[in-house]
């Protein structure tokens, strides 16, 4: 049975304890809170392995509770909305949410969403001697030590969400290979993943922001127009033959400073 905490935030009773009691049921430990301020508090105070977080919360909306909690924690974030337009979900990803469901929604789905996220934390969290010891990716300033999960820039700790970690290491196994859309966003986010494809143009950015020297003109990660991405080899960078803005195009432009534009699949 699961040994993890859940923080349940979500100013709605009724909605709290069913979720309260299918997820002990489960074998969870949920706490709860039921305003924006307490979940803020109790996020940083309790340690949960994930959040469920309501979007609309007295004294403190869930979007800030998101973007104050990304700033010191890589926490899972599942955003509960009952607003599905396409800009809310947008808007919750732009602020570091790892997923979101729409209200009204099935135990089953959400489950099966909070297993994934879980999953995807247990592998960053396992001791080294459990991972594989396959050395470190070293691109310019930045280290990526897969042995111990560790990801470093200019010898400094970056914190990597599980999403932007998982990422990451789809880009580097490709070995400087372009990995087109669809198949990032299957390989990432699993071929069962329905949501907005532009959550990968966000995390890219995100990724960019912690890695790029000048975010805006990307060395590392490149966008391949028309394509997808790929992330530079380290023969490239000795070589001085890295693009000097990924492929120049404007959507390189528009992603590196995170300008909205729809994305198919």
């Not at 899972?76 to 337009?85: C, D, F, V």
């Not at 602020?95 to 099966?112: C, H, I, M, Q």
């Not at 200019?154 to 400087?176: F, H, I, K, N």
């Not at 069962?192 to 975010?215: Q, S």
């Amino acid at each position: 049975m699961p040994q993890e905490t859940i923080l349940l935030a979500d100013d709605d009773e009724m909605i709290v304890d069913v979720l309260r009691y299918r997820l002990e049921a489960e074998g969870y430990t949920v706490i709860v809170a039921r305003d924006g301020e307490e979940a803020l508090r109790l996020a940083l105070s309790a340690n949960p392995n994930l959040v469920l977080l309501d979007v609309m919360m007295p004294r403190m909306q869930g979007w800030e509770v998101c973007r104050e909690l990304r700033r010191t924690s890589a926490v899972p974030i599942l955003m509960l909305t009952a607003r599905g337009e396409e800009m809310d979900r947008v808007l919750g990803l732009e602020l570091g949410a790892d997923d979101y469901v729409v209200k009204p929604f099935s135990f089953r789905e959400l489950l099966a969403r909070i297993h994934a996220h879980l999953r995807r934390m247990t592998r960053l969290t396992l001791p080294a001697a459990a991972q594989e010891e396959d050395g470190r990716a070293v691109l310019a300033d930045v280290s990526i030590d897969r042995r111990r999960h560790i990801v470093t820039r200019a010898g400094q700790p970056v914190l990597l969400s599980p999403r932007e970690y998982d990422l990451l290491l789809a880009l580097l196994d490709a070995e400087g290979a372009v990995i087109e859309r669809g198949a990032l966003l299957d390989q990432v986010w699993g071929e069962e993943w329905i949501g907005n494809p532009r959550t990968l143009d966000v995390h890219i950015r995100w990724l960019r922001e912690k890695l790029e020297a000048d975010p805006a003109t990307p060395r590392l990660i490149l966008t391949v127009r028309g394509s997808g991405y790929r992330l530079v080899t380290p023969s490239e960078l000795r070589d001085g033959s890295v693009p000097t803005r990924g492929d120049g195009s404007p959507a390189e432009r528009r992603e590196a400073s995170g300008s909205p534009q729809s994305n198919g699949r």
